[in-house]
């Protein structure tokens, strides 16, 4: 597996794949997962948290120190200082790294966008979920070249899957 970047609108299934991809990897895992809060604060907008990819769930923190913002369909809030403490720090780990998902709340985190787009042009395997925006920072992501860019919807979800495993497999 060299370079996959899962590209699609929210809901078709990205994090799913990854995480059922995540699972059967042979070595290590590091980079973040991104987690969305399903009860909305006092303002209405749902907090998003960043925690490092290899932390398991039943592990994971939710406290300002990992807020990467909060929104709902129409307006958002971000953490950006969040953003460039933790994420260059998460994407520095061995193995596989996950970038599980970059979005819209990375905007203005200059220090983690410059981590992100070395990582891509680095050695390292790399697979991220990536939202489908015309974002300036989604439309790099996607641009790297020698990434692969796989759009997924619930149609072909599951031959990506397959499509994904095999190369897994012949990967290790």
Partial sequence: MDKILICGPRGV????????LT?????PVSGFVTKRETVADGEGLFPIYIH??????ARRQYGPENLIGRCDSRRSV???????????????GPGLLLM????????????????????LQGDQPVLAAVKNRNDPFLQAVRGV????????TRENREGLFRLLKRDLAQAE
Avoid at 52 to 57: I, N, S, T
Avoid at 100 to 119: K, Y
């Fill in 100 to 119: 599980d998902e970059l979005g819209f709340l990375e905007r203005d985190a200059h220090r983690f966008q410059e981590a992100v787009l070395a990582a």
């Fill in 78 to 92: 971000r953490c950006t200082p969040v953003f460039d403490d933790w994420g260059p720090r998460l994407l520095e």
């Fill in 13 to 20: 299934g990205k994090s799913t794949l990854i995480r059922r």
């Fill in 145 to 152: 070249p020698g990434v692969r860019v796989l759009y997924i």
């Fill in 52 to 57: 490092p990819a290899a932390c398991p769930e």
């Fill in 23 to 27: 699972a059967l990897y042979p070595g």
